[in-house]
Structure formats: C-alpha cells, structure tokens
C-alpha cells in the first residue's frame, strides 16, 4: 500500500509541475500578444488622429467648411408678413408695479451709531456686506438726522394672549417693528403706507425699531392748531371708499371726499401735503378739509387692481380719532 501510496503522490506531483508549467506559459504568452495587439491598435490611433488634423487643417487653409450637423445648423426662421402683428408670449403671473414706497440715498458714507446698551459701532453702506446699498443708507440717514421717512405696514404681531403687540413694517427692502406703544392709527389688519421715525437700530441683529407717534411729534410738534379757513400741513394718513383721512396738528383728524379710485389713493399715505380747514369741531378734533394739491400717482400704479388696500374700517360711520387705537 505505501508503494501504491507514493507511486500515486509522485504522478500527482509530475502532473502538477507540467500543468504549472503549461500555465505560466500560456500567461506569458497571452501578455506578450495583448502588448502586441495593443501596441498596434495606439499606433493605429494616433495615425488616424494625426490624419485626421491634417485633412482638417487643409480644409480650413482653402476656406471649405469641415462639417454642419443638424445642432449647430442655423434654423431659418420665417419672415412674417409686412403688416403682421407679434403677440408677446402670453404670462400668467406678471409684476405690474408696486405701491410700497422707495426710500434711498445713494450717498452711501459710514455712519457712527449707539444701540440700547451703549455698544458703538461704525457702519459703512459702501462696502460689500449687510448694510450696503441706498436703502441702509436712507434709514442709518433718517436715525442720524431725526428725519422721518416713509413705511410700508405689512401685517400685525400677535402675543401670546392673541392681542397685536405691534407691526412688521418694511422700509423699502429692509425689515423694521412699529410697537403697538407707538402706533397712531385704529387697529387694523390692512397693509398700507405710513410715515415713521427711526428709533433704534441693532447693527448686530440688524433690528430697527420705528415709531409713527415721534414722527408726528417730529413733523406737528411746533405747528399750531388748525384753524377755520387756514392752511396747514397734513398727513395721508387713510382712507375708505369715499373719504380720506389725515393727521392734523394738534391730534386733529381730517377728512375729505375723493374721486380718484383706490389705486391711485393707496401710494399717498404716508405723504405730507398741504390742506385747507373747511370746517373744524374742537372738541372732537375732527375737521373737514379739502386738499389744495394732490400728490402725483406713481405710475404704473394707477393701473394695479385696488384689492390688496381695499379692507373695511373700524366703525366705518364716523371719522377715525387718534385716541382709537389698542393700548
């Protein structure tokens, strides 16, 4: 058995060694033919390439065009007719224009402001950041000089308890709070344009607190009462379908008819002008008056629909007073 045993372990081993051997050969073998094949195959490439630049070459030195396929072909495109008319493609949302008021300086500068904990900060609109550009510069401008500027009143803030604490306002493009505190109109959900004061800027939050009771003060504080047929500065301070409403020195209130459409109406609030007291109730501090000039309508506004200003009053029947408002 051992004979038999080794005898078999010495043909195991032969035909291994001749099976390697066969092995490595053909390994060898198919390399050598793969360097070969591939050898002529880069030849082959590059010959047609170095071809194929030359015939490219000799073609654009006599001025023949290489090729026009159908992606870069010119499209014809037909000539329409002498008196056609060209309907432009037709949109189903398309910006008109826009009734919030633009308040800019374009003398962007640096400006030295003081926040609420005494932090002072230098701020300079003309370099690249968050406060460049002519709208910071028009509200770091009306903060530095006590100057009022225009607002747009987006939408009330609500507490906790439901009750409006105040309004998001927007000067131009940037973000600004009217506390209730400081509001001189009824409580209303309506967007409409009024005119502020700046009362505080946080350059690190960029916050702006505003304030339409010191822009009143601001602008009426020296004037004196109105009085019956005599002429007086004025605020566009509302209106409803049939009247407008203003703000008068004194806390007074004014009101006059209009006949221009709501559209046209909506970009004068906030404006100062000029009127004249056709009647006056000192007691209430209401009067009836008549503008002597009309500020002139931001086109294209005239022709935006009237709906986004056209939201019902408080006590529609009687004229907005100025102690009407949420305290």
Request: glycine share 6%; hydrophobic share 40%.
């Amino acid at each position: 058995m051992k004979i038999i045993y080794a005898f078999g372990r010495m043909l195991y081993g032969f035909f291994y060694a001749i099976f390697s051997l066969v092995r490595y050969l053909l390994q060898g073998i198919w390399k050598i033919l793969y360097g070969f094949f591939y050898a002529i195959f880069f030849l082959i490439k590059w010959a047609f390439k170095i071809i194929y630049f030359i015939i490219k070459a000799f073609l654009y030195l006599f001025g023949v065009p290489w090729k026009t396929t159908a992606s870069h072909a010119p499209i014809e495109q037909p000539t329409p007719p002498e008196h056609a008319v060209v309907f432009p493609e037709a949109k189903a949302i398309v910006k008109v224009g826009t009734i919030v008021p633009v308040e800019e300086d374009h003398g962007l500068r640096t400006f030295t402001i003081l926040n609420a904990e005494g932090e002072i900060f230098k701020i300079n609109t003309a370099l690249p950041g968050p406060f460049y550009g002519p709208n910071w510069t028009r509200v770091l401008s009306c903060y530095e000089t006590k100057e009022t500027v225009m607002a747009r009143l987006v939408k009330p803030t609500y507490g906790q308890q439901g009750r409006i604490i105040g309004y998001q306002v927007r000067i131009g493009k940037i973000k600004a709070f009217l506390p209730i505190s400081q509001a001189i109109r009824p409580t209303t959900e309506r967007p409409i344009n009024i005119r502020v004061s700046i009362i505080q800027i946080n350059p690190t939050e960029r916050k702006v607190l505003v304030s339409a009771k010191q822009a009143y003060y601001t602008i009426f504080g020296k004037k004196p009462l109105p009085k019956a047929s005599e002429e007086t500065d004025a605020i566009f301070w509302d209106y409803d379908d049939e009247f407008l409403y203003f703000l008068l020195p004194g806390e007074y209130v004014g009101q006059a008819s209009y006949q221009e459409e709501p559209s046209v109406v909506s970009p004068w609030m906030g404006k100062i002008t000029r009127c004249r007291i056709e009647s006056i109730q000192s007691q209430e501090q209401r009067a009836i008056v008549s503008l002597i000039s009309t500020p002139q309508a931001m086109d294209p506004v005239a022709s935006l629909p009237s709906e986004p200003d056209q939201f019902p009053l408080p006590g529609e029947d009687e004229i907005p007073s100025l102690s009407k408002r949420e305290e």
